[in-house]
């Protein structure tokens, strides 16, 4: 069975870059005795030890559990609704009358399960970190002196290194996430990579946005960055903003963010 996924190409008009989003069928490689994709039966033997966090308002949840007697973490998340499908929500969809009150009423929407998708993402193995990452936690707002962040913070980063940072040198080596890859200057200095971010629902590009990570090894956080950067910050914001023509928020990964990954 053929699976509908989007991908993404640099087209060249007059010397500029624009983002083109086209879907293609894929044929996976690793087919079930029924004929479907063994990724679409991947979470049917996921046992659930407990709920990490739960959050209400953004529709979304990351659960512990097993996977083939391995730890692992999936989060859920409801997609964003697209204006292309109101038709068919409206014209093929059930409703169940919960509540109705003069002009109001409240409805249960049962919509075609194509319409109905929800984004999951599975982490396996997953490890102490990677629970205790995605687990609910009090927010503190910190002021880090440049000694606090010599001291403590980039110690930590350097100790943690290789968890953080390997699905970034991945990236930055193509060994990983190379077709998701929209924009690339090879320049050792100034060079980066544009892709977009995990988060995305890959449908729609009212809610793209895209991750630049930079070709400089040396930048591990906000903090490392000084006036000799500046060129590859303006680099970045050029390339990425005026000749994609996309809306786009610039950031440099700290060493705890994995984007999801």
């Not at 409703?95 to 249960?108: A, E, G, H």
């Amino acid at each position: 069975m053929a699976d509908i996924v989007v991908k993404r190409e640099l087209e060249s008009e007059d010397g500029e870059l624009s983002l083109k989003v086209k879907k293609r069928k894929v044929i996976s490689d690793n087919v079930g005795e029924e004929g479907e994709p063994e990724c679409q039966k991947i979470l049917s033997g996921f046992k659930t030890s407990s709920v990490l966090s739960d959050y209400t308002r953004e529709k979304r949840i990351f659960i512990h559990g097993t996977l083939a007697d391995q730890d692992a973490v999936v989060i859920m998340e409801k997609t964003p609704f697209r204006e292309d499908d109101l038709a068919e929500f409206f014209s093929n969809s059930t409703l169940k009358l919960d509540m109705k009150n003069d002009i109001y009423s409240t409805y249960k929407l049962r919509a075609p399960p194509h319409l109905n998708e929800i984004k999951t993402t599975v982490v396996c193995p997953a490890t102490k970190k990677h629970l205790n990452k995605y687990k609910r936690q009090e927010s503190f707002l910190v002021e880090e002196t440049k000694t606090d962040y010599e001291s403590i913070t980039l110690p930590f980063i350097e100790k943690q290194n290789t968890f953080s940072l390997q699905w970034v040198y991945n990236i930055l080596q193509k060994k990983a996430e190379v077709e998701r890859i929209v924009y690339e200057d090879p320049d050792p200095d100034t060079g980066f990579m544009l892709l977009p971010d995990f988060k995305w629902d890959q449908k729609q590009v009212d809610d793209l946005y895209l991750i630049a990570i930079v070709h400089p090894m040396n930048i591990k956080s906000l903090r490392d960055l000084t006036a000799e950067h500046i060129p590859l910050l303006k680099n970045i914001w050029q390339k990425g903003q005026v000749k994609l023509q996309l809306p786009m928020c610039l950031s440099v990964e700290e060493s705890e963010t994995e984007q999801n990954h």
